[in-house]
């Protein structure tokens, strides 16, 4: 509940109309079925909501909420359960008014936009000055400046715009306590271009590799790197969203790289990487191409065993890579390199130049990440299996592990079968390293479904571990308990930053710094006991990780 | 905390009495540094591992010891190695283990006291090359260097402003220890690598980043035993170039051209004097040999790798002409006394000795700072107004321009060069960069790594940022015992 007084203030803040404890509208916010493994999908209702359209106002409103003993949560475009509140007596703070490109600077390639500003709207204005953005892969309905600050950040460009947290030159924070502060350049009034000091770059308090998930205050502004775009200023398309068709640009090649098996993959990826090549690439899953078009064709033809063997065996070393040149003479270079790495490795290329319906389908929809969401169709909902990025070997080899562990799921029905296989794999910085999150679609109405949920999950954190990843859903706070002790300890120093930064605690830390156990409920007692002898070898003492 | 006096002997404890140095002719090193003032190391101690670096830590914190790291072994001309004050100094040098080089992911495994030397040897053999930064001193240590955020000369490997920097080992001023990015994934280094980690991911562990916060903290806040540095894989051909211009703003509008979709691979600007001073090989003819260069002159290189080398060469010499001819600077394969083959060596090693900006004068003080490429230009005019009004030629003034995070930043170099036996030219200096500091901030630059007295000035324009950096250092280093005084942590600051 909130106190009439307080609710007062928060419209003193934001105006009448921008403020609402409506239980319709706020059960609005509380429905949060992504990543929400529970059989009701909702977060805890927020007692309030709040819509600032300016960084003063959303200092008030945090203000405000300190009086009166109020925790804040920070959301704009909103993707999953990280994004509602996780306990009682919190207010959301809606950004979607604040939704302005403050600036583009064309020359030196970067743009500083507020919390609202989505991913293809950024990209649609950069694409007019010659500059492109970089879009996760949850797709360009995201906020870019919520994946730079707060969450995770990669795309299927990652090879050339990197990950979201690298791309911040700049940053206005409304902190917990209700200041503003900027850091880097613009702290110190002299631009949007650095991010970094003077000094320690207190970039390091706002985000490691993932965000704080709204545990450290609001972001109300960004500068964000911007990338070249030599095509036009903007690509003709007819149809919607993913049933689009768009005049592939003459600047562009979209090749389909298929390989005999997961080595020369990943050889063929090195040498991609080494000869500074690729504008958007992304390993995926033949089959998850028809399962997320054509999700009822999927279900019927799954079961065929000449289908899976061709689509996850013959053709499941795949991936999908764009050129970009600046020239004629550029691009048909880099079409040089990339035949002759293919055939080094024993590969064969598809170009979609020779099939231009197919080309013309992709350009945009791999350019703006528009298809990913749509592995919703299929079940419903669907989770991810999430290990620490690093060298690109570390990744396909997770890739393959859960593709195993996913085959008995699908086996016993506790998950969708969607072939074993559905990787997320991208690299980053001209392949120096790269991300892999292996998918799996279920049903949530389903019961077994949801316990299948529990005991995956736990399968893939212990997976994780044993490969010496730290998962990156530690953000859960039962993932985290068991993971800070294994990994620097790294939550007790988060926390300690927490209360130095937020001395009242007032931002919502339930993905930040908060700790639970686990429910073990629905896992295998024997996974249960390889969990904590994981832990039992891996803590760290005082001297560091038992070597 | 108070400071006592520091009784060095205590640290015998830690690292061994041979260890533990009180020689003068040792400590002499770190009681100046360029212009900065008077310190009062009272001995030199040298961990020979993380684990006594440890204790050094704790032992401090018992006895309210001031601790100043350093890796690189002398001339030291900055200022943060020197104690405000009395400290001990935390010698790390002799921990220069390189690791390992990992060639398939193009990383070296380094510690504190690795110099460029040593690591482009190993990393030549391997067929990697080391993001250098422009002529860093022999004696320079790698992590040292990239802790303090100093550029490297190729823009197009510079994503984000930790680089090259990947993951650490590093112990805080609580003692604690801790490791960045992957090396802080379960389990220990070996254990890692045999699951296949090869340390490639710089940012948490978790949502907090403190390689990032301890990078640029002058040792204020941790030490740091080992690290993780990026590679790159070494062309199979490579060429250098030069375009020399009378107008900067020419120079600037190529750069911007070449660098948005990635061409070239070196890429920096320097102004006559600094240019004269790099290729001379005599004392002697760096006056003649600037009066014989044009005002400005961009160095660029470019590279074919493994797969069509000729044409990926052909394909990048082409469009830089074409950009080049657009904006009306003509690239050419050498400048006086400086054909690219020696340019290219120039820029693929340490200075020879001595240092090379010591070599007009005996000493110089810099002006370092960032700023976009489109303003260097006024932060010369603003330079050179200084110089006017300091009585110092600014024909005689060092500049390098060097674009970093990919060419959406620039630093900015300004070396002023003077005698140091001579009292009345040393102290022009040190007044010239004073106001000259005074008046770039006053213009837009941005001091991201002050030493000595610029701390002053960059900090004042954000104290809200101080604010929250002081409240970090009490988490970090409860007792203040890591280089008391320096950046924002004195009580004059701000």
């Not at chain 1, 950004?95 to 649609?124: H, T």
């Not at chain 1, 360009?140 to 715009?161: E, K, Q």
């Not at chain 2, 398939?104 to 040593?118: D, H, Q, S």
Request: glycine fraction near 8%; charged fraction near 25%.
């Amino acid at each position: 509940m909130i106190s009439d007084e307080a609710y007062k203030e928060l419209e003193e803040a934001v105006g009448v109309d921008n403020v609402s404890r409506h239980p319709a509208v706020l059960d609005s916010y509380a429905f949060q079925p992504f990543e929400n493994h529970e059989s009701m999908p909702w977060c805890p209702r927020p007692v309030a909501v709040a819509l600032p359209s300016t960084t003063q106002e959303v200092s008030e409103v945090i203000k405000a909420c300190n009086r009166h003993n109020l925790k804040h949560k920070a959301f704009s475009t909103g993707w999953g359960l990280w994004c509602g509140p996780t306990t009682d007596d919190v207010v959301q703070i809606d950004l979607r008014r604040m939704n302005r490109i403050v600036e583009i600077d064309e020359k030196n390639m970067f743009a500083v936009i507020e919390p609202y500003v989505c991913g293809a709207q950024l990209q649609a204005e950069a694409m007019k000055v010659g500059l492109n953005t970089h879009i996760i892969g949850a797709g360009p309905n995201c906020s870019p400046l919520a994946s730079a600050t707060s969450m995770h950040g990669v795309g299927h460009d990652s090879i050339y715009m990197s990950y979201s947290a690298r791309n911040v030159l700049g940053l206005e924070w409304v902190m917990p306590t209700g200041e503003v502060t900027r850091l880097g350049a613009p702290g110190s009034g002299k631009g949007w271009f650095c991010g970094d000091g003077p000094g320690p770059s207190l970039r390091g308090t706002m985000r490691g590799y993932t965000g704080a998930l709204g545990g450290m205050g609001v972001f109300t502004r960004v500068a964000l790197k911007l990338y070249n775009w030599p095509g036009p200023p903007e690509i003709e398309s007819t149809g919607t969203v993913v049933d689009v068709m768009s005049e592939v640009p003459d600047c562009l090649r979209i090749f389909g790289c298929f390989f005999p098996d997961k080595d020369r993959l990943a050889d063929a990826y090195y040498d991609i990487g080494e000869a500074e090549i690729g504008y958007n690439c992304l390993k995926v899953a033949t089959p998850a191409f028809m399962m997320i078009l054509a999700p009822h064709l999927f279900k019927k033809l799954k079961g065929t065993e000449n289908l899976r063997r061709l689509l996850g065996g013959t053709l499941g070393q795949m991936f999908l890579i764009i050129l970009a040149g600046i020239s004629r003479e550029d691009l048909d270079h880099q079409v040089d390199v990339l035949k002759a790495i293919v055939d080094e490795h024993l590969g064969f290329v598809l170009d979609a130049k020779n099939i231009p319906t197919l080309g013309s389908n992709l350009a945009m929809n791999f350019i703006r990440a528009t298809m990913p969401a749509l592995v919703f169709r299929i079940g419903g909902s669907f989770s991810t299996a999430l290990g620490r990025n690093d060298s690109l070997d570390t990744q396909l080899a997770w890739g393959e592990a859960i593709a195993e562990i996913k085959r008995g799921y699908a086996k016993k029905e506790m998950i969708i079968d969607d072939m074993g296989d559905n990787p997320y794999f991208v690299p980053y910085e001209n392949n120096t390293w790269a991300h892999c999150e292996v998918v799996y679609p279920y049903d949530h109405r389903s019961e077994k479904h949801l316990a299948g949920s529990s005991a995956i999950n736990m399968d893939f954190i212990i997976n994780a571990i044993e490969s010496c990843m730290e998962p990156m859903f530690g953000v859960v706070p039962s993932a985290r308990k068991v993971l800070s002790p294994l990994t620097s300890n790294f939550n007790r120093w988060q926390r300690k930053l927490s209360e130095a930064l937020d001395p009242d605690q007032t931002s919502d830390k339930g993905f930040y710094t908060d700790e639970a156990e686990f429910d073990f409920t629905n896992v295998p007692p024997e996974r249960v006991e390889r969990l904590q002898k994981l832990v039992e070898d891996l803590t760290w003492t005082e001297l560091g990780p038992p070597e | 905390m108070q400071t006592k006096s520091t009784d060095p002997k205590v640290f015998r404890r830690a690292v061994g009495p041979e260890n533990v140095s009180t020689e003068e002719s040792e400590l002499e090193h770190f009681r100046t540094a360029g212009l900065s003032s008077r310190g009062e190391p009272a001995a030199v101690v040298r961990p020979q591992g993380t684990a006594q670096l440890r204790e050094v830590i704790l032992l401090a914190r018992e006895t309210a010891t001031n601790l100043v790291f350093t890796s690189s072994a002398p001339p030291r001309f900055r200022g943060d190695t020197v104690p405000a004050g009395e400290g001990i100094i935390v010698d790390l040098s002799g921990m220069d283990r390189i690791l390992r080089i990992d060639r398939r992911n193009k990383v070296a495994y380094i510690e504190p006291g690795v110099t460029f030397n040593n690591l482009i040897e190993r990393a030549d053999e391997a067929g990697l090359k080391v993001l250098m930064p422009l002529l860093p001193r022999k004696s320079k240590s790698v992590l040292a260097c990239f802790l303090e955020r100093e550029p490297i000369i190729i823009p197009k490997y510079h994503w984000d402003m930790t680089d090259p920097l990947l993951c650490t080992e590093m112990v805080f001023g609580s003692g604690d220890l801790f490791r960045t990015g992957t090396a802080g994934s379960p389990g220990g280094i070996d254990r890692q690598l045999k699951a296949g980690l090869a340390h490639k991911n710089p940012l948490g562990p978790g949502a907090t980043d403190f390689l990032r916060i301890v990078q640029g903290s002058q040792g204020t806040l941790a030490g740091v035993t080992w690290a993780t540095i990026k590679l790159e894989a070494k062309p199979t051909v490579h060429k250098i170039y030069f375009a020399c211009d009378d107008r900067l703003e020419r120079l600037v509008a190529f750069t911007y051209r070449a660098l948005r979709p990635r061409l070239g691979d070196e890429w920096l600007i320097l102004g006559a004097r600094s240019l004269a001073t790099i290729i001379a090989e005599s004392p002697g003819s760096i006056d003649e040999l600037a009066r014989r260069q044009a005002p400005w002159t961009l160095v660029y290189g470019v590279s074919g790798y493994r797969y069509y080398p000729e044409e990926r060469l052909a394909v990048q010499e082409n469009e830089l002409a074409r950009i080049a001819q657009a904006v009306g600077v003509r690239p050419v394969p050498e400048v006086p006394s400086c054909p690219a083959k020696k340019m290219e060596e120039i820029l693929a090693g340490p200075s020879p000795y001595p240092y090379y900006k010591t070599v007009p004068r005996g000493a110089f003080a810099d002006v370092a700072f960032l700023t976009t490429l489109d303003k260097a230009g006024a932060m010369v005019e603003v330079m050179s107004t200084a110089c006017d009004a300091h009585g110092y030629p600014p024909s005689e003034l060092g500049i390098y321009i060097q674009p970093i995070q990919q060419g959406r930043t620039a630093h900015v170099e300004f070396t002023v060069y003077y005698d140091p036996a001579d009292e009345a030219d040393r102290a022009r200096a040190c007044e010239l960069v004073e106001a000259a500091s005074w008046e770039l901030d006053e213009a837009g630059a941005f001091f991201s790594r002050p030493y000595g007295s610029l701390s002053r000035i960059a900090f004042r324009n954000c104290p809200d940022s101080v604010e929250a950096l002081r409240k970090v250092k009490q988490v970090m280093d409860p007792d203040n015992v890591l280089n008391r005084g320096k950046l924002c942590f004195g009580e004059e600051v701000v």
